[in-house]
């Protein structure tokens, strides 16, 4: 939905001046979206329901622009409305056949943390609100991706020199709200096998620690798609260096994931999926198993959406049962 579009082009003589600064249009836009959630068991009873009900209250302004070497650059702000300030911002540069580079401040994805769960759902994941629930996946933060396609298979390349820096920040400043910690990289990649409707995705990556050790990350998986049926599965792997190492600042907990799922398409309007996610840690010999339902139907401008998850021995406690149920309207302009 197009709010309001605001021209950059009017600045003031002076600026004009003494600034070689891109000039453009950028556009605003929401949706409108109405939730219920409801939440209940063990894991859940610390988190308080004042109401059940809420409305989407995120803006994105957006805006690009193509630069006489025929590259295209474009920017993104997610504007946080009770404060005014941005919650996210990227900035991406297009170059044609040589990919992409994207800086993200605060949630840049891609890597291999683009394939952390890629099931097909017709609204969340198995695991959404579940309180403390685990999952070996890669960290998301601020840093740089590099993508592109060889030989039919995309592929993403990420770097952060320190994940945990999240805070808001402008050209020039730096974030002190967080610890230092190593630097993060990452490889994921996609390869849709010929024309079979077989899609094959891994890749393998560390984050860096504030105690200067590191997390390392694997993913391998495959999602299959014929008539209206996608099925996937997956197995992500996450070893602490911390584990084992006496006095060491985290956990040190190793963990395995699998997530396994179907979703299938009963009409143009209305799709149906379920999934399974199973957490193991070498902390304990109790896995976290969760699972949940997800429907979508859509009419006209009109989308319902509603999912119902639970979960046994939430992050990985013996008897920490949870459960979550929402229900999301909304409406296209």
């Given at each position: 939905?197009?709010?309001?579009?605001i021209?950059?082009?009017?600045l003031?003589g002076?600026l004009?001046a003494?600034?070689?600064?891109?000039?453009?249009?950028?556009?605003?836009?929401g949706?409108?979206?109405?939730?219920?959630?409801?939440?209940?068991?063990?894991?859940?009873?610390?988190?308080?329901?004042?109401?059940?009900?809420?409305m989407?209250?995120?803006?994105?302004?957006?805006?690009?622009?193509?630069?006489?070497?025929?590259?295209t650059?474009?920017?993104?702000?997610?504007l946080?409305?009770?404060?005014?300030?941005?919650?996210?911002?990227?900035?991406?540069?297009?170059m044609?056949?040589?990919?992409?580079?994207?800086y993200?401040?605060?949630?840049?994805?891609?890597?291999?943390?683009?394939?952390k769960d890629?099931?097909?759902?017709?609204?969340?994941?198995?695991?959404?609100?579940?309180?403390?629930?685990v999952q070996?996946?890669?960290?998301?933060?601020?840093?740089?991706?590099?993508?592109?396609?060889?030989?039919g298979?995309?592929?993403?390349?990420?770097?952060?020199d320190?994940?945990?820096?999240?805070?808001?920040?402008?050209?020039?400043?730096?974030?002190t709200?967080?610890?230092?910690?190593?630097s993060?990289?990452?490889?994921?990649?996609?390869?849709?096998?010929?024309?079979?409707?077989l899609?094959v995705?891994g890749?393998v990556?560390?984050?860096?620690?504030?105690d200067?050790?590191?997390?390392?990350?694997?993913t391998?998986g495959?999602?299959?798609?014929?008539?209206p049926?996608?099925?996937n599965?997956?197995?992500?792997?996450m070893d602490d260096?911390?584990?084992?190492?006496?006095?060491a600042?985290?956990?040190?907990?190793?963990?395995?994931?699998?997530?396994?799922?179907?979703?299938?398409?009963?009409n143009?309007?209305?799709?149906?999926s379920?999934?399974?996610?199973?957490?193991?840690?070498?902390?304990?010999?109790?896995?976290?198993?969760?699972?949940?339902?997800?429907i979508?139907?859509s009419?006209?401008?009109?989308t319902?959406?509603?999912?119902?998850?639970?979960?046994?021995?939430?992050?990985?406690?013996?008897?920490?049962?949870?459960?979550?149920t929402?229900?999301?309207?909304?409406?296209?302009f």
């Amino acid at each position: 939905m197009n709010i309001k579009k605001i021209g950059l082009t009017a600045l003031a003589g002076s600026l004009i001046a003494t600034t070689t600064g891109f000039a453009g249009e950028v556009s605003i836009s929401g949706a409108a979206k109405l939730s219920y959630k409801d939440i209940a068991g063990t894991a859940n009873v610390a988190t308080t329901e004042a109401g059940v009900f809420a409305m989407d209250q995120e803006l994105t302004a957006s805006g690009s622009a193509e630069l006489d070497n025929g590259m295209t650059i474009s920017l993104s702000h997610g504007l946080a409305v009770s404060g005014g300030s941005s919650d996210t911002s990227s900035l991406t540069l297009d170059m044609g056949d040589m990919g992409s580079i994207t800086y993200n401040d605060t949630d840049l994805g891609n890597g291999l943390r683009a394939l952390k769960d890629k099931t097909p759902s017709a609204y969340e994941d198995a695991i959404d609100g579940i309180t403390g629930a685990v999952q070996a996946a890669m960290a998301t933060g601020q840093g740089f991706a590099y993508n592109n396609t060889f030989a039919g298979a995309a592929v993403s390349l990420v770097y952060s020199d320190n994940l945990g820096a999240t805070a808001d920040r402008s050209d020039g400043g730096q974030d002190t709200t967080s610890a230092g910690a190593s630097s993060s990289s990452s490889i994921g990649v996609t390869y849709p096998v010929l024309d079979l409707g077989l899609t094959v995705y891994g890749g393998v990556g560390s984050a860096g620690q504030a105690d200067g050790k590191e997390h390392d990350h694997n993913t391998l998986g495959a999602t299959y798609a014929f008539g209206p049926m996608t099925i996937n599965y997956q197995r992500n792997g996450m070893d602490d260096s911390d584990n084992g190492v006496t006095g060491a600042v985290s956990n040190g907990a190793d963990l395995t994931t699998h997530i396994m799922g179907v979703s299938f398409m009963v009409n143009d309007n209305l799709s149906v999926s379920y999934a399974e996610h199973d957490t193991a840690t070498s902390l304990s010999n109790v896995d976290q198993e969760a699972a949940g339902f997800s429907i979508a139907y859509s009419m006209g401008g009109m989308t319902l959406s509603a999912y119902h998850n639970e979960a046994d021995n939430a992050a990985n406690v013996s008897g920490s049962g949870a459960e979550a149920t929402e229900i999301l309207l909304s409406f296209a302009f």
